[in-house]
Every structure is written in structure tokens, then in C-alpha cells.
């Protein structure tokens, strides 16, 4: 008899708690406040503009640029092999594969950083993984490696080996015979995320 | 977040292993509660006995009521936590059948299983004739594929359907519960039969 | 409340532990619990042995065989497995463990046996078209708040009821 009665208060106590709460829908995916706050504190999630030139003087298969200013910008100037898609169309369906996939490391680059921080943001927001930004945008590239800046006579030696990588680069990349925007490098298919779906179940 | 296993990826094995601790936990409430009798089963349409009616209640608010607050405190992501497929027709034809069963046999699968476990010698001659049954229903599909796979409306929650919010309708479920809970127990004393409690 | 309760354990707080294990069931692994799928394995498996090839060809069973797992190695098996120990364990601790074959006095032991079977035979049949039992559609759906589940508690539960007339004999 006590615990019916004992029982029945609680569930139902309980019941017009559960009755007032809102609806929520949790997705295992996104990322709340603190945990976006955490990856900007790791910092790990801006690529250098030496080492982007690099990567792109060797060929190198992991990183795909993303360019994502308007299409006339793109078209006037552009890094290798980089793909547009411009900022607003971000998550249309047809680039939303690109963004979301986990076969290579996605690099933003805007002018500045502006844009490329925001677009690492919403999309580090919805869980997607594998994207980055370009230290600094084009403005930077240009300061860096097209244009490096010759170091003091005091600075160390360090400094004026990195000076001399960089005209290396600048060589390569304004040369002639550099590789140019429109270079014919095909935009690998981009490999799609697995989604989480609901778990099979029940009596069967 | 939860659900740990599909979200963590975790091994086939590890799942298989909780499997069967759930799986251990379930039979252990079952026995207790006294579902390893047929007769105290039955009990519950002669109105002599309604522990079904306490346990099942109690159990499926429980995990509700849990759904609904872990789902509110981010426990949980409710978009991979299963809910039935609807087929209207078969989930009717289907139950209309079961509760004929469950009141000629006296069991349900799984409380057969546990009743079996503890030597009930009905229960094994269940389980045998669900197996029969199972294979009846294989031999003849052609014959009931149609009405199997008809209206398919996909998982759709009661709440949705009947345009309330999940807490609402726990309530709701709640508060009938309640009520079955008192009525029922009124019943029972007033359908009761010692013989019959002192026997199960 | 007295009769034989304190020989059983309070319904509420065998709900209330049922209940746990069903939610740490759906936290866990995402799902509840079940026990028809487990029998429909155990029958599967049983024609796949006999002859593989009449098993590819049914219509029904074809679904549940696939080339290298085998159909016994699956979630339901197991926990059914679980059920199994679990029941036994705790019919060791409550000293109920013994054959008994259980009926109403009023019939014979033959007609017992013939309604096991044929209640069990009912029943298996009609889990596979429901797409479930009392335990995987009802009290794991009504858990999720599932239509599936509801409906297919109510019928099964009402069913009963309006049979229980016909079957009193057997019973009280």
C-alpha cells in the first residue's frame, strides 16, 4: 500500500516535470560553446603559409584549398589547384560533401582571415572534421611568399635561410612556367562522412 | 553522450557482451517479479493477480521518464535510439494473434524463457510451440507477405501523432497508469483467490 | 497486500528494476529488448542447417542469412541467453528452481501441454507478423513512445481480455 502511494506521487511529480520541458534534439555531432571554445584554445587548426606553399610545391595529396571568396576573384587569381566555393554557399548541397568528409585536410583562404575563421567555425560547429585555415588569408601569401620580405642584417641565421626558402618559392610559384590558377590538377571526389543512423532494433 | 556503442564505435564483441548482461538483469527482474508462472500470469485477465499490470507499467514509465531526461540533459542523442518500424495492419493482425496466444499458453516469449530456466516444464512446451509457429509463419510467407509489409508508416512516435510533446504525453501515460494502478488493486481484492496465490 | 507477496518481490520495484536494465539497454547500445527476434534465430539457423538451400529460397528466412555471420551470432541471441542465466540465478537465490509442469487443477496435465503448444505456436506466429512480442514492440515501444508499440500492447493486452472468458476453465 506505501510504496503504491509513494510511487504514484513520485511518477506523477515526475510526469509534470517531464511535461513542462521543452523538446530538445541532441545531436551527437555538433559541438556546444565549451567545446568549440577548447578547439580555438588549441590553436591547432591554422596552417602556415610556408608550409602551405610547401605542400603545394610537393604535390602533396593531403591538403585541398578552399577558396572562398566570389567567383570573379577567384577567377582573376587563385593558389593551385584550389577550389571555389564561394562563402554564401558554404553548406548548399552540393558542396556540404566537400566540407564533410574525412579523406583530406581542407584549407580556408579568404583575403584576410575573416571569412576562412568564420567558415572554420560553422563548420567546426556542425562536427564536421578536417578543415583548417590559411594563416592569414592571401593577403599574407602575398607578404610571405610572393613578396618576402628580405630580414634586417641583425636577425639571425634562421631568418635569412627561411628568406631564402621563400624567393625559392616565389620562383615557383610566379616563374615562368609556374603553375598557374587555372591549373588542370582535377579536384579529387570528396569521400562523404559516415552518417549516424538510427540502430537497428526491436524483436528483429 | 549516449548511446555509447554506435557512437563510440565500440566493438561487435563488447555489444554482444552487454547484450547479455542486459539480457542477465532482464530474466533476473523477470523471476523476481513472479513472471516465471504461468498461472500468476493469467491472473492478470481473471483479475486474481495484476503484477503484469504493476511491472509493465512501472518498467516502461521508468525507461521513459529516463529517455525523456537524459534527451533534456544531453544525455542521450534520440535520433539513434530505435523506435518501431509502423506497419498498422500486421502491428494489429500481429498483436490480435499474440493475445490469443498469450492467453491460450499462458506466456510470452520472454517470460516463457525465464519460466523454462527455472524448470517450468509449460514454459519449455511454449517455447517449443513458438518455434513451430515461427517456422508456420516462414513456410507459408507468400500468403501473408502482402499484409506483412502493408501501410508501412515509418518509426512514428504516439506523441507526433497525436500532436503532443513527448513530456505531455508522458504524463498522460502517467496519470492512466495511476489510475490502473488503484483500480486494478480494488480488483484484485475483490477477484481474489487465496488458492490460487498460495499455489504460484 | 500480504498473501504470498513477500515470497516475490514487490511488482513496483521489480517495474522499477526491469525499467533500469530497458534504460541502460537504450543507453548503451541504442536499443531495448527483445526476445521473438532470438526464436526467429534459432528457427533460421535450424532450416539454414537442414538445407541451406531451401533457406536462400524462402522469402522470409533469405532476410536473416547472410554469408558469413551466422544468424545465431546476434544481439537478441544473446541477451535471450542472458534471460535464460538471469532467470535461473535468481530462481537458485529464491529457491524456486524445480520441474513443474503449472495448470489449474480443474484440467489434465495432457490438455496443459497442448495449450502450451498451441498458445506458443499462436504466439510465435503472430510475433513475426507484429514484428515483435511483449517485450521487444510493447514495453521497449511504449518506453520510446512508439505508435508501433502502443498499438501493438493494446492489442495484445485487449485480445486477451476478451478472450479470458473462453479460457477460464483452464485457468480458474
Known amino acids: 500500500m506505501r510504496i503504491r502511494f509513494v510511487l504514484s506521487i513520485v511518477l506523477v511529480c515526475l510526469g509534470l516535470v517531464a511535461a513542462i520541458l521543452p523538446q530538445t534534439k541532441n545531436s551527437s555531432m555538433e559541438l556546444d560553446a565549451q567545446q568549440l571554445l577548447n578547439e580555438i584554445q588549441l590553436e591547432n587548426y591554422v596552417i602556415s603559409v610556408d608550409e602551405m606553399a610547401n605542400a603545394l610545391i610537393n604535390n602533396d595529396p593531403e591538403y585541398q584549398l578552399i577558396d572562398l571568396r566570389p567567383e570573379a576573384d577567384f577567377k582573376a587569381y587563385s593558389l593551385p589547384g584550389s577550389l571555389n566555393i564561394p562563402f554564401d554557399s558554404l553548406f548548399s548541397e552540393t558542396w556540404v560533401p566537400y566540407i564533410d568528409q574525412i579523406a583530406r585536410k581542407n584549407v580556408f583562404y579568404s583575403n584576410g582571415t575573416t571569412l576562412a575563421s568564420e567558415a572554420w567555425m560553422l563548420t567546426k560547429q556542425k562536427g564536421y572534421k578536417n578543415n583548417y585555415i590559411l594563416n592569414g588569408g592571401l593577403n599574407n601569401w602575398f607578404a610571405t611568399i610572393i613578396e618576402p620580405k628580405e630580414p634586417a642584417s641583425t636577425d639571425g641565421e634562421e631568418a635569412f635561410f627561411q628568406y631564402e626558402a621563400r624567393l625559392g618559392m616565389k620562383q615557383f610559384f610566379t616563374g615562368a612556367g609556374a603553375v598557374s590558377s587555372s591549373s588542370s590538377k582535377q579536384v579529387k571526389k570528396p569521400v562523404p562522412r559516415k552518417k549516424k543512423k538510427m540502430v537497428a532494433g526491436g524483436c528483429s | 553522450m549516449g548511446p555509447i556503442i554506435p557512437l563510440f564505435e565500440i566493438s561487435e564483441e563488447i555489444n554482444l557482451l552487454i547484450a547479455f548482461l542486459i539480457g542477465l538483469g532482464f530474466g533476473f527482474a523477470l523471476e523476481q517479479a513472479g513472471f516465471s508462472s504461468s498461472r500468476k500470469l493469467a491472473g492478470m485477465f481473471y483479475g486474481y493477480d495484476i503484477t503484469v499490470l504493476k511491472v509493465f507499467f512501472t518498467a516502461a514509465i521508468t525507461a521513459m521518464l529516463g529517455l525523456l531526461f537524459m534527451n533534456y540533459l544531453g544525455m542521450i542523442d534520440m535520433s539513434i535510439v530505435y523506435v518501431n518500424d509502423y506497419f498498422m495492419s500486421s502491428a494489429i493482425i500481429g498483436g490480435i494473434i499474440m493475445g490469443a496466444g498469450f492467453i491460450i499458453g499462458g506466456f510470452c516469449p520472454g517470460t516463457s524463457v525465464c519460466a523454462a530456466a527455472i524448470g517450468k516444464i509449460d514454459a519449455m512446451y511454449f517455447i517449443g510451440g513458438s518455434l513451430i509457429g515461427i517456422l508456420l509463419f516462414g513456410q507459408t510467407y507468400p500468403l501473408w507477405e502482402k499484409l506483412h509489409n502493408a501501410q508501412h508508416l515509418g518509426s512514428l512516435k504516439l506523441s507526433d501523432s497525436i500532436g503532443v510533446s513527448d513530456g505531455i504525453l508522458g504524463l498522460l501515460v502517467i496519470a492512466a497508469a495511476v489510475v490502473m494502478f488503484w483500480v486494478g488493486e480494488m480488483a484484485e481484492r475483490r477477484f481474489k483467490r487465496e488458492d490460487i496465490n498460495n499455489e504460484i | ?172
Not at chain 3, 61 to 86: A, N, Q, R, T
Request: proline share 2%; charged share 15%; hydrophobic share 45%.
Open chain 3, 1 to 172: 497486500m500480504e498473501k504470498t507477496a513477500n515470497k516475490y518481490m514487490n511488482p513496483y520495484l521489480a517495474g522499477l528494476m526491469l525499467g533500469v536494465v530497458l534504460l541502460a539497454s537504450f543507453y548503451l547500445t541504442g536499443r531495448g529488448l527483445g526476445a521473438s527476434g532470438a526464436m526467429r534465430s534459432v528457427v533460421v539457423s535450424s532450416v539454414n542447417t537442414v538445407s541451406h538451400d531451401y533457406a536462400e529460397t524462402s522469402n522470409y528466412f533469405s532476410k536473416y542469412i547472410s554469408g558469413e555471420k551466422s544468424p545465431m551470432k546476434s544481439w537478441l541471441v544473446l541477451e535471450v541467453l542472458g534471460v535464460l542465466v538471469g532467470g535461473f540465478i535468481s530462481g537458485a537465490f529464491s529457491g524456486r528452481l524445480n520441474f513443474k509442469l503449472e495448470k489449474s487443477p480443474k484440467i489434465t496435465s495432457k490438455k496443459r501441454i497442448y495449450l502450451a503448444i498451441i498458445g506458443g505456436a499462436l504466439f510465435g506466429f503472430g510475433s513475426q507478423l507484429g514484428r515483435g512480442c511483449t517485450s521487444g514492440a510493447a514495453l521497449t515501444g511504449m518506453a520510446t513512445l512508439s505508435l508501433a508499440g502502443y498499438v501493438t500492447m493494446m492489442a495484445i493486452f485487449g485480445t486477451a481480455f476478451a478472450l479470458a472468458y473462453f479460457f477460464r476453465k483452464n485457468w480458474i
